[in-house]
């Protein structure tokens, strides 16, 4: 699309648009994101100190009306840059404000850049409430602890016996005793004995009788009291 922009209209090809229907374009978008929202319009065919011809909240930027534009400006019109337009860039004001922003160059007949529409969204009080979140949020993985909130105890039970078999690396078809007898210490450890009627189930899950079960067990708590 072709344009040109003059003091009262903006031509496209060959049809005219009113500037005030660029600036209703603006407060919309201004009016949708908010007081952090800038929208600014570039005339640059006039010098390029005094370029701005209209502008919604310019507080984000502490510019107005008959201020330049910045240094992107500059290199679109020296053709240093061969497509202008950016989306989605961050920037920072020389107060520090951290800005989200998408700059959109027009262009008239000829390919020479005559306008643009630029969008400052100040996104600093949102970075500051990411920090926030994130140190509530945050998952140090070396303070990681599972945790099984469940309505049954027998849940817990099969959890802590899938930790166990994990921890040996094989299918308790494929343990030695001694895999076994390292899984149960594991399961000891982290209390799984004082669930009501675990042996039985433990003994089960390792196809060993109570009786080995419990001899396993002991040989567990004696390697605890040599260390």
Known sequence: ?????????????????????????????AAQFGENCEVVLHDLTLPYDKTIIAIEN?????RGIGDPGTNL???????EIESGDRFNYVTQTKEGKLLRSSSIYLENEDGEVVGSLCINF??????????????L????????????????VNDILDSLL???????????????KEDKIKAIHYLDKKGAFLIKKAGEKI??????????????LEQTKNKKNDS
């Open 137 to 152: 949020t945050s998952t140090n993985l070396a303070n990681h602890v599972k945790e099984d909130f469940v309505n049954n």
């Open 1 to 29: 699309m072709d344009i040109k922009i003059y003091n009262v209209v903006i031509k496209v090809r060959n049809s005219e648009i009113d500037i005030h229907f660029l600036k209703k374009i603006m407060k919309g978008l």
């Open 203 to 216: 003994a089960k899950f390792f196809d060993i009788s109570k009786y080995s079960l419990y001899n396993m």
């Open 58 to 62: 310019g507080h984000i930027t502490g």
């Open 122 to 135: 100040d996104i600093s009080e949102l970075m500051m409430a990411e920090n926030v979140i994130k140190s």
């Open 73 to 79: 400006g500059l290199e679109v019109l020296r053709g």
């Open 162 to 176: 899938q930790e166990s078999q994990e921890l040996i690396g094989k299918p308790v078809a494929f343990m030695e």
